[in-house]
């Protein structure tokens, strides 16, 4: 397979049916990560010259399905299945190098051109160490061991967390740049590795766990080798966009996790450690917001969550197991079975909301086929107080009991359809009642992983 044929020809008709208004694009999830974002940068791809990741980093994952073989992609844009596309990991994206230079050479093996001209990194973006990782486990696992189990984040455990936090401290960041410059990296490591070191063991005694102290010089070699493996990827991103967008060159802004895992608008603290609504593009990779003429919010039929936090329309039932056996909803990244429940509608309403949704992707809708009947969250329900609005305190959430409306349910399968009306009434009835409560309208349907399951309204 190479990036060329990747492209089916219904494909092209799909994503030239869909009516986008000049300018630029951005996907950004509106739950909690896990929506199906990939398959739609995928299937938009087409449209666009450049794919760029702004926020996030090996926490997320996307597959992607092209005829019968399956992609599973973490940092690298799902654009590089496509030829002729610039794909870019932007400055707000935390990479681990071990993990995409994985990437690289797994694509490469299946036949996919990967190159210094179709995957640039940003010389800015923070650079995930082996101690990331270590630090984000221990952490964790020291919240919950020795405080309260209840406060543990429950995180991929991929050190995103830590490597934002040392962004922010600053004397303890490197950044994909720093790579290759051997005689800074150096210094910057061993200071790093020392207090990493002191901060690690102690967290590890708080655990009962022993701990191997970091080796600085390992740590320096390993950078030596990433940089030298990636110096023909990595490039100032800032500039190359902007050249990009200047020249007359569309680009798609891929969001990793979701809305509702912002580090400023999700649940907090149970979020992940990066804007992950639209709002990171600005930020991420250096696009004032109003270049960004269309957000396509990415929405399941229904709700999941893995990790920690509250979640008020989760199913601890025989219907919550179903949706979880028949959307397959078990992690990409750490395999863990995700949390299901019905479609929270307040939350997805505050997200498309927040991120500024100009059309609705609603995804995995055959999973709900045969579902009778179909309950979606309008309002929570908290003490006496019906509350209409997604809260900001992540302890209300906890304690709201939701408020359903009931939908009649539909049989299946629908994963035939390629046309709106060649779905059951009640499907379409649902499909209506969603884009009327979030106020925006609903785009696009999948009805199963491959690309021609998809209807375009
Ligand atoms: P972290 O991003 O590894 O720090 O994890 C923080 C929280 O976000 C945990 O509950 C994770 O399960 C969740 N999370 C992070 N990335 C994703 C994602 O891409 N999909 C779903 N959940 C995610």
């Known amino acids: 397979m190479s990036n060329a044929t990747t492209q089916s020809p219904n494909t092209a008709d799909l994503t030239e049916r869909l009516t986008l208004k000049a300018g630029h694009c951005a996907v950004a999830g509106l739950q909690w ?46 654009g590089i299945l496509y030829s002729g596309k610039v794909n870019v990991l932007g400055n707000g994206v935390v990479i681990d190098p071990a993990q995409l230079i994985k990437e690289i050479e797994g694509l490469r093996g299946r036949g996919i051109q990967v190159d210094g001209d179709n995957l640039k990194i940003s010389d800015r973006a923070h650079v995930v160490f082996p101690y990331h990782k270590t630090q984000d486990v221990l952490f964790d696992q020291a919240v919950a061991q020795a405080w309260e189990a209840g406060a543990a984040l429950g995180t991929t455990g991929r050190g995103i967390g830590p490597c934002y936090a040392d962004k922010a401290l600053r004397s303890t960041a490197v950044r994909v740049g720093d790579l290759l410059r051997p005689d800074r990296i150096k210094t910057q490591l061993n200071r790093a590795v020392a207090i990493k070191n002191v901060m690690l063991s102690a967290l ?4 009962g766990v022993e701990f191997e102290p970091f080796d600085a010089d390992e740590q320096i070699a390993l950078a030596k080798q990433w ?15 902007h050249a990009q967008m200047g020249g007359g060159r569309q680009v798609l802004f891929e969001g990793a996790n979701a809305t509702l895992l912002d580090i400023d608008h999700g649940t907090y603290p149970f979020v992940t450690s990066s804007n992950c609504s639209a709002l990171g593009v600005a930020t991420g990779s ?12 990415i929405a399941k039929a229904y709700q999941t969550r893995v990790g920690g936090g509250p979640m008020p ?26 949390r299901c429940g019905w479609l929270d509608l307040v939350a997805v309403k505050y997200s498309a909301m927040v991120s500024g949704a100009t059309g609705l992707a609603l995804m995995l809708f055959d999973v709900l086929a045969d579902l009778d009947p179909l309950n979606v969250c309008v ?10 609005h997604f809260p900001a305190d992540a ?7 939701p408020v359903y409306e009931s939908l009649p349910g539909f049989a299946g399968p629908i994963d035939t359809c390629t046309a709106y009306d060649d779905l059951p009434a009640a499907a379409r009835g649902y499909v209506d009642f969603i884009e009327q409560f979030v106020g925006v309208p609903v785009r696009i349907i999948s009805v199963g992983p491959r690309r021609d399951q998809t209807i375009i309204r």
């Open 33 to 78: 990560g896990d929506e199906g974002k990939g398959k739609i940068v995928d299937l938009l791809t087409r449209r666009f010259d450049v794919v760029t990741r702004y926020n996030g980093g090996a926490n997320a994952g996307h597959t992607v399905v092209v005829g019968d073989e399956k992609f599973a992609l973490h940092l690298i844009p799902s």
């Open 379 to 388: 309002a929570y329900q908290h003490g006496d107080e019906r509350i209409e």
């Open 227 to 241: 940089g030298d493996t990636l110096a023909p990827h990595i490039c100032d991103a800032t500039q190359l966009l």
């Open 286 to 297: 250096a696009v004032p917001a109003q270049k960004v003429t269309e957000v396509i919010g």
């Open 204 to 207: 590890a005694k708080q655990c």
């Open 395 to 401: 302890s209300v959430l906890d304690q709201v009991e």
């Open 313 to 338: 329309t989760e199913l601890s039932d025989a219907t919550g197991d179903r949706i979880r056996e028949v959307g397959r909803e078990f992690g990409t990244t750490t395999g863990r079975p995700r």
